[in-house]
């Protein structure tokens, strides 16, 4: 672990405008936060979405703080203060962390995942394959972050800048070969990856999320972009070619393109040839291979992680023999049996693409041999725009749907229930119903379900808590479910 650094060299790949005081002294650490900034600190003030860190530079200093990056120097300076301007220090933020933890992307094959749908199971995946190929490999998902196979929970999707580094850097200590990460549209846009080098990019789908943070479709497919136009030369772009937005992304990179597809031409072809609630059989670029994932939009998860593989150089047929052992991520598309005869299934879709994912993929099963009752809520404090439409959606698919609360955060679930209900206006009343409490929703579920139905409990997966006025109360649907089932 790095005790200190130059702050010269610290900067070295910083896009700096102007340097008040001495480069040449040596910090003891660094922070973003103030308030964790300690003597002989170097502090980094970075304008966030919440509040402006330029206004913590002078408690930034009274903490002992010896050095400042920032974008706007303060009008009053203090003497013996070091003072870096910056273009972006939210991109020097990134760098600086890289360079403080010895650019530990740089001693790894670091692939990034990103998209709508499909980041956590591809990256998983990959991290699986990797592992049961012999290779030390490390793994930063919404779910879970591991160091080979020490497991650290999740925060975020993208950790950030320092806690990011710190963990390639982890990776690196304990001899990792490879690294797969989710990279959210919120990290791209926030630099939290700035400064790392990837080997490879992989982009899964693009439809309606996050438009509270992005606020137009737009922004957010260009934060995605933004990804793909900073891959070197030297890495490889894996896009969805079925996507209208897989073209877009490779506008601008300088990464060899490399494409999958299950409707067209691609380096990567996949064909869904049997599907059945226990798997699906397909053939990938000719050759068949029988996996334990079901539904389309999983296909494609498979092949990204197949053409992945195979451009990390990985034998095609050795990876299509592991791809038929390996099972669900947590918390996505998790199938529960009763002893009643019904199956439950438990999936993360909180998007209505993702939600029309699922439902599609069960009844392409079912085959109209059994009805679908769909339990779903929305988050609060998100896109609003997107709850008629997952409601929607749902009643569309469904022969029932429960609505219900998810996180409702810091709104009252009955209002973002009410909202949902907006897209349900034209709709037979029989068709869906409201039931304010999660747990009761799928306990109701289960009373109605009859042997051969399934019920999709969407949202949540594999969360393990229900967030409430800044709170978050332990709340697993796995668990309700099996509960249920055992009772």
């Known amino acids: 672990m790095i005790c200190n650094m130059e702050l010269k060299k610290l900067i070295s790949k910083v896009n700096v405008a102007e340097t008040n005081g001495n480069p040449e002294i040596s910090v003891e650490g660094f922070h973003s936060d103030s308030r964790k900034v300690q003597p002989g600190f170097l502090f980094i003030a970075v304008p966030g979405t919440q509040s402006d860190g330029h206004?913590?530079?002078?408690?930034?200093?009274?903490?002992?703080?010896?050095?400042?990056?920032?974008?706007?120097?303060?009008?009053?300076?203090?003497?013996?203060?070091?003072?870096?301007?910056?273009?972006?220090?939210?991109?020097?933020?990134?760098?600086?962390a890289s360079a403080w933890y010895g650019e530990p992307s740089e001693q790894l094959m670091l692939v990034g995942v990103t998209g709508t749908n499909g980041k956590t199971t591809i990256a998983t995946l990959l991290y699986h394959i990797f592992r049961k190929l012999g290779y030390k490999t490390g793994l930063l998902s919404t779910v879970c972050n591991y160091v080979n196979e020490k497991m650290a929970p999740a925060t975020h999707t993208t950790p950030d800048a320092i806690e990011l580094n710190a963990l390639l850097a982890e990776m690196v200590e304990a001899g990792?070969?490879?690294?797969?990460?989710?990279?959210?549209?919120?990290?791209?846009d926030q630099k939290r990856i700035a400064g790392l080098q990837f080997k490879g990019g992989?982009?899964?789908?693009?439809?309606r999320d996050h438009l509270d943070y992005h606020h137009t479709f737009e922004a957010y497919r260009d934060a995605k972009k933004d990804f793909f136009d900073r891959l070197p030369a030297g890495a490889f772009a894996l896009t969805n070619k079925d996507d209208k937005n897989g073209t877009f992304m490779l506008q601008n990179t300088k990464a060899n393109q490399q494409s999958y597809s299950l409707l067209s031409l691609a380096d990567f072809k996949g064909k869904i040839l049997e599907s059945h609630f226990d798997g699906t059989m397909m053939s990938i670029n000719g050759k068949e291979v029988a996996t334990q994932f079901v539904g389309k939009f999983n296909a494609y998860n498979l092949l990204a992680v197949y053409g992945a593989s195979v451009l990390l150089g990985q034998k095609p047929d050795e990876v299509l023999v592991l791809l038929s052992?390996?099972?669900?991520?947590?918390?996505?598309?998790?199938?529960?049996?009763?002893p009643e005869g019904y199956t439950a299934i438990v999936d993360y879709a909180h998007t209505p693409d993702a939600l029309t994912n699922v439902l599609n993929a069960?009844?392409?099963v079912l085959a109209d041999k059994g009805n679908i009752i769909t339990v779903v809520g929305c988050g609060?404090?998100?896109?609003?725009?997107?709850?008629p439409i997952m409601a929607?959606?749902?009643?569309?698919?469904?022969?029932?749907?429960?609505?219900?609360?998810?996180?409702?955060?810091?709104?009252?679930?009955?209002?973002?229930?009410?909202?949902?209900?907006?897209g349900l206006v034209d709709v037979d009343k029989k068709k869906w119903l409201k039931i304010t409490d999660r747990k009761e929703a799928i306990r109701t579920a289960c009373l109605l379900a009859q042997t051969g139905d399934v019920i999709l409990i969407a949202g949540k997966g594999h969360e393990d808590y229900q967030?409430?006025?800044?709170?978050?109360?332990?709340?697993?649907?796995?668990?309700?479910?099996?509960?249920?089932h055992n009772s």
């Open 380 to 387: 609060g404090n998100r896109d609003k725009g997107k709850r």
């Open 392 to 422: 929607k959606e749902a009643v569309r698919l469904s022969n029932l749907v429960i609505l219900t609360s998810d996180n409702p955060r810091f709104e009252e679930p009955d209002d973002i229930i009410r909202d949902m209900a907006e």
């Open 202 to 207: 992989i982009f899964t789908n693009l439809t």
């Open 176 to 188: 990792c070969d490879y690294a797969f990460m989710e990279v959210s549209s919120h990290a791209i």
């Open 325 to 338: 052992t390996l099972q669900s991520v947590s918390g996505r598309f998790q199938p529960f049996r009763s």
């Open 362 to 364: 069960i009844r392409e």
């Open 467 to 484: 967030e409430v006025k800044g709170v978050k109360h332990h709340f697993d649907d796995r668990e309700v479910i099996k509960e249920i």
């Open 55 to 96: 206004l913590f530079i002078g408690k930034a200093i009274e903490n002992g703080a010896i050095a400042v990056v920032c974008q706007v120097l303060p009008e009053s300076r203090q003497a013996g203060i070091t003072y870096i301007k910056v273009t972006d220090s939210a991109e020097a933020l990134g760098r600086i």
